[in-house]
């Protein structure tokens, strides 16, 4: 267990459906991030925020997801109308500030979107 | 954009034996950091080893030792005496010199007989 956490674990929803996911990182890790991997592939950058300041998002992140972290700590990754592509392990991962080049993961969230 | 390539989608290997996992990358960037994550079933991603290009030595950790070729961009993994919980798929990953996100191979399945 790295410390950081995330929910739900797994979420099944309806096509067309909104979905949010929760990422609470272990404390004191100022820069957060969202990945999203996809069965057989490895994890692919979605955004990241260091404290609440949202600095890059991927083309990966269309306009139906948005991400959020309100004061810096716990981030909330929404999409919004669902689509079946969207079916995916989604990632959290966090660093301190002490050591920037290490991230530790969360367990992810597995959206099944029917 | 940067690249991650892992040619070998899944590798097996006798217990207390010694593997090597390959990983090729592709940037034009001479600032960059290349990691080895590890990812049992349903478990949480964890960092195996993490190689700053600037060094020359090549990182270890215990049973796992990296062989980073800068000028080949290659970045393989040998595990040394190979144990049951060493099960897991393994992802090399790439981050630039910023506070970007990590790009990640498509993994390799490792698979221990016992």
């Known amino acids: 267990d790295t410390g950081v956490s995330q929910d739900p674990r797994h979420k099944i929803t309806k096509r067309g459906q909104n979905v949010t996911f929760r990422c609470d990182p272990i404390?004191?890790?100022?820069?957060l991030y969202w990945y999203r991997q996809t069965l057989g592939q490895g994890p692919e950058f979605l955004t990241y925020?260091?404290?609440?300041?949202?600095?890059?998002k991927s083309r990966l992140l269309s306009d139906r997801f948005s991400a959020e972290r309100p004061k810096g700590s716990f981030s909330t990754l929404e999409i919004q109308r669902t689509e079946q592509g969207d079916s995916a392990m989604y990632l959290c991962a966090t660093t301190p500030w002490t050591d920037t080049d290490t991230q530790y993961f969360g367990p992810g969230t597995r959206l099944t979107v029917l | 954009a940067q690249t991650v390539t892992q040619s070998q989608p899944e590798m097996s290997v006798q217990e207390a034996e010694t593997v090597t996992l390959s990983c090729t990358y592709d940037t034009s960037e001479s600032d960059y950091y290349l990691f080895w994550y590890k990812q049992p079933p349903s478990r949480q991603m964890i960092l195996v080893i993490r190689?700053?290009?600037?060094?020359?030595q090549n990182a270890t950790e215990n049973r796992f030792s990296v062989n980073f070729q800068k000028a080949a961009k290659s970045f393989s993994l040998k595990i040394s005496d190979s144990q049951l919980g060493d099960a897991a798929m393994y992802f090399c990953a790439y981050r630039g010199g910023g506070a970007d996100g990590l790009t990640f191979g498509k993994g390799t399945h490792l698979i221990i007989q016992p």
């Open positions: 925020f260091q404290n609440e300041a949202q600095l890059e």
């Open positions: 404390s004191e890790h100022n820069r």
């Open positions: 190689q700053e290009a600037y060094k020359q």
